[in-house]
């Protein structure tokens, strides 16, 4: 059974780049079987999808966040990472990382989420 | 943008039906599937593919969709049924495929 493990480096200051990384145990960010997301929630606030990557490296994003985002796989640590740059208070959120299995499936495996508060 | 469209809130007594809906432009003919999230939790899928369970889920939980709605329905609630709902799409009628979520429903048991 896959296992996420989203880490993060905690407070980040206005202007920066955010970085995440998520751990996968119990499977292989190389399988074809899966897509690994990214998703946030502000405070209080719903749930935002914030784009995925497959296997192959091909991702996919929000549009509105497109021009800031960046999501890539190390296979040798077997993770995957997100990278957001540019960033202000509107970002601070809880960022889960999340798998599917094909497109149009469910997110059936959340990492438990990560806080990440931007403030200077 | 594809928008999908939750009561904030439904309020059912213990043992009662609560019925959960998410509203969207035709979405009878997308899949829905739909999750729930306790607090300081990440959220959990009880419902995929507009009506199927994932092991685990207890029975009381059932999903319908048809036309403009979708329905999350939770049989004979319990207190520990209280959290938020959310309901989810993969939205792939513009060039950027997207997936979008329901603001969400905050379920609680009287």
């Known amino acids: 059974q896959v296992q996420l493990q989203a880490s993060g480096p905690g407070p980040v200051k206005p202007s920066q780049t955010l970085s995440l990384t998520c751990t996968v145990s119990g499977g292989s960010v190389s399988s074809g079987a899966y897509y690994w997301s990214w998703i946030r929630q502000h405070p209080g606030k719903g749930l935002e999808w914030m784009g995925n990557?497959?296997?192959?490296?091909?991702?996919s994003y929000r549009p509105s966040l497109k021009r800031r985002l960046s999501i890539s796989v190390d296979t040798s640590k077997n993770q995957f990472s997100l990278r957001l740059s540019s960033v202000t208070a509107a970002d601070t959120a809880v960022y889960y990382c999340a798998t599917t299995g094909q497109w149009g499936d469910p997110f059936d495996i959340w990492g438990q989420g990560t806080m990440v508060t931007v403030s200077s | 943008s594809y928008v999908l469209t939750q009561p904030p809130s439904v309020s059912v007594a213990p043992g009662q039906t609560a019925r959960i809906t998410c509203g969207g432009d035709?979405?009878?003919?997308?899949?829905v599937h739909w999750y729930q999230q306790m607090p300081g939790q990440a959220p959990v899928l009880v419902v995929y593919?507009?009506?199927d369970r994932p092991s685990g889920i207890p029975e009381r939980f059932s999903g319908s969709n048809s036309g403009n709605t979708a329905t999350l329905t939770i049989s004979r609630v319990e207190a520990g049924d209280e959290a938020d709902y959310y309901c989810q799409v993969w939205d792939s009628s513009s060039d950027h495929p997207n997936v979008v979520f329901g603001g969400g429903t905050k379920l609680t048991v009287l």
């Open positions: 990557i497959y296997y192959s490296g091909s991702t």
């Open positions: 593919d507009d009506s």
């Open positions: 035709n979405i009878g003919t997308k899949t």
